[in-house]
């Protein structure tokens, strides 16, 4: 079956240091990976996806995730953290198979607090 | 484009009432989704719909929802339970990014 995992609750790290939220995946075949941050009160927005090609992909707001196939993992990663990092983050797998279904499976998310 | 709008953002309910969560994008996609969020639980999808005048999966118990046009997308709780107090988001996808609303905070009391 296919699933998401994020193994941490809660990262914490302090302003300036680098920063990784690990995300595992099990989805048969290529899998497409995607990381959502959602801001206190706010709605969910789209940071970075992996579809094919390069295995480090960029994104918004300086981060970027590596898709490594042999772990199964996409960890979003940030070189430098900043305060306004502070968030709960979402990794989403969808399966390039599964046709017109567009269905994400969700991970149930980490919440990084970026100390100053 | 003010993108994916909800209504309202924070409901108070009693059990046994009804009401509907509004949801309209400005962006043309067809498929729109409604989701809940609770603490611990992550994101439920609660029902997909591919496009105007389509349905696609079978709508869980308690809700009921309508896609008459390509930017409205209503939730409606049929008959609130408790255990249906949530955050809801609605979202819109253009492939392969999905665009969120703010949600709406449901309490059911």
């Known amino acids: 079956a296919q699933s998401v995992a994020q193994p941490e609750d809660q990262v914490n790290v302090a302003e300036g240091n680098p920063l990784t939220v690990k995300c595992t995946y099990s989805?048969?075949?290529?899998?497409?990976l995607f990381w959502y941050v959602q801001y206190p009160n706010r709605g969910l927005q789209f940071l970075l996806k992996?579809?094919?090609?390069d295995n480090l992909v960029k994104g918004s707001y300086g981060f970027e995730a590596e898709f490594n196939k042999s772990q199964t993992s996409f960890h979003l990663k940030k070189p430098s953290a900043l305060v306004s990092d502070s968030a709960l983050y979402f990794c989403?797998?969808?399966?390039?198979?599964?046709?017109?279904?567009?269905?994400?499976?969700w991970g149930l998310g980490t919440s990084l607090a970026v100390n100053p | 484009n003010a993108g994916v709008t909800q209504t309202p953002k924070f409901h108070i309910l009693k059990t046994g009432q009804s009401m509907t969560l509004q949801c309209a994008q400005d962006?043309?996609?067809?498929?729109m989704s409604w989701y809940r969020q609770d603490p611990g639980m992550g994101l439920r999808l609660i029902y997909y719909?591919?496009?105007?005048?389509?349905t696609d999966k079978e709508v869980p118990n308690g809700y009921n929802v309508s896609r008459l046009n390509t930017e409205d997308f209503p939730l409606r709780l049929v008959s609130a339970a408790p255990s249906q107090t949530s955050v809801y988001l609605c979202?819109?996808?253009?492939?392969?990014?999905?665009?969120f609303g703010p949600g709406t905070r449901l309490t059911v009391l």
């Open positions: 989805v048969s075949g290529n899998p497409y």
């Open positions: 719909s591919a496009a105007a005048g389509t």
């Open positions: 962006m043309n996609h067809g498929y």
């Open positions: 989403a797998v969808r399966d390039p198979h599964a046709g017109n279904n567009r269905k994400l499976i």
């Open positions: 992996y579809i094919t090609g």
């Open positions: 979202a819109s996808s253009q492939r392969p990014r999905r665009y």
